[in-house]
């Protein structure tokens, strides 16, 4: 992977992967939301309606989760850290996983 950089946002390497993933078409500010059902459901959707992706449904919608909560590390807040950590664990049943 190599670093994109457009020269005008700033922003950090993880948050454009994050946005503009090449393997899955991530809908916005999902690992912002509160629920981490819904934050699932949407990893899911997205992993399955992929045609890009490299490995599965499950393990693409879960390295994209790992990821961002690795990525954000100390800079997220711990309320939103449980959110997304319960998020893995309602993918890991919605891929019949648990």
């Not at 909560?69 to 996983?97: H, I, M, S």
Request: hydrophobic share 35%; charged share 40%; proline share 3%.
């Amino acid at each position: 992977m190599t670093k994109r950089d457009d020269g005008e946002s700033g922003e950090r390497w993880s948050q454009d992967v994050t946005e503009h993933s090449d393997a899955l078409d991530l809908e916005e500010d999902v690992f912002t939301w509160d629920d981490p059902a819904r934050i699932a459901a949407s990893l899911k959707r997205s992993a399955e309606a992929s045609e890009r992706r490299k490995g599965s449904p499950y393990q693409s919608a879960m390295s994209m989760l790992t990821f961002y909560v690795n990525r954000a590390g100390k800079t997220l807040p711990a309320a939103q850290r449980e959110v997304l950590e319960r998020a893995k664990d309602e993918l890991r049943k919605a891929f019949g996983r648990d």
